[in-house]
């Protein structure tokens, strides 16, 4: 609610209301108030301007820190799309050749070559996340940003007469231990393990 000061008001160039001349007559006759009561009107006016810019800018600045901290960084976005891309399937059961076939060629692993093995995740996205809340374990390659959880998946592996551009899968569905890679704050899949 705005906190209305005596006397009509226009607005100055600077920005402040200033009394029109009638109004300012009127003042000096004391039909209106003192000049000690209108500078503490004025003086809330201006409080209460900077109170409301205060509160804007501090929303605006903890919503960029919130978006900030669900979004990964660039690069981890990327990684993570690659990761949703080749691994995650929840809508599907999987488990058989020619899911492998499909799903190899439908999720562009084998547009270049055919990509020797892959495992596709039949879990919702956010339980497989949750593996990157599991205590950290050290992956293939040395590190120790990998995590390890408990999926149902169909592992595609390349026939030995496969040839690119005609790649052939064989397919085996399992609910086995699997390990993947996270990184980020907060932390998302960005590398399927093993």
Not at 2 to 11: E, V
Not at 28 to 34: A, D, F, K, P, Y
Not at 67 to 87: A, D, E, I, K, T
Not at 143 to 151: F, I, L
Request: charged letters at 20%.
């Amino acid at each position: 609610m705005t906190q209305s000061c005596p006397g009509k008001r226009l607005k100055g160039a600077t920005g402040f209301t200033l009394l029109d001349p009638v109004s300012r007559s009127k003042q000096t006759e004391g039909l209106i108030s003192t000049g000690e009561e209108l500078a503490n009107c004025c003086t809330l006016s201006v409080s209460m301007a900077l109170q409301r810019t205060w509160s804007l800018l501090l929303l605006l600045v903890l919503t960029l820190l919130g978006l900030g901290l669900v979004q990964p960084s660039y690069g981890q976005n990327q990684m993570y799309q690659r990761f949703l891309r080749q691994h995650v399937s929840p809508q599907e059961t999987g488990g058989n050749d020619n899911y492998c076939n499909l799903m190899m060629q439908r999720r562009k692993m084998t547009s270049r070559q055919c990509k020797h093995f892959n495992t596709f995740i039949h879990e919702d996205i956010w339980n497989i996340r949750g593996i990157c809340s599991t205590s950290n374990i050290q992956c293939k390659n040395g590190r120790m940003n990998c995590h390890e959880g408990v999926m149902k998946v169909t592992d595609c592996r390349e026939t030995g007469s496969s040839r690119f551009p005609n790649c052939r899968y064989r397919a085996s569905a399992s609910t086995r231990r699997v390990v993947i890679a996270c990184e980020g704050n907060p932390e998302v899949p960005v590398h399927f393990d093993r």
